[in-house]
């Protein structure tokens, strides 16, 4: 089993840019996959950027050319948000697979809000 913890939330401007953290319990490389998820009030929690073991990076068409999926050192993944709009606000939530059979791992989440 895998355990994530999400950081980095906050209120930001339209326009402005964000990053968020996820700290994994084991090494990044050793997983299946990880990636983010969201989810706005009343909307059903939605895929935003997913990275699989030996696979290209993959985005939703909504933040496609703005958000960015990477490895940290060791236990880190994150997420760089640049160019945020209102209809990014949301809970973002880590994701992580320890094996391809195993349960989702799920964090807390982190609250994101873009508003002027």
């Known amino acids: 089993q895998v355990q994530v913890v999400e950081s980095g939330g906050g209120l930001v401007q339209p326009g402005e840019s964000l990053r968020l953290s996820c700290r994994s319990s084991?090494?990044?490389?050793?997983?299946?996959?990880v990636g983010w998820y969201r989810q706005a009030p009343g909307k059903e929690r939605e895929m935003v950027a997913t990275?699989?073991?030996?696979?290209?990076p993959n985005y939703a068409d909504s933040v496609k050319g703005r958000f960015t999926i990477s490895k940290g050192v060791d236990q880190h993944i994150h997420l760089q948000m640049n160019s945020l709009k209102p209809e990014d606000s949301g809970t973002y939530y880590c994701?992580?697979?320890?094996?391809?059979?195993?349960?989702?791992?799920w964090g807390q989440g982190t609250q994101v809000t873009v508003s002027s």
């Open positions: 994701y992580a697979k320890l094996y391809p059979w195993s349960v989702d791992s």
């Open positions: 084991r090494v990044i490389d050793a997983l299946n996959a």
């Open positions: 990275m699989a073991r030996q696979s290209l």
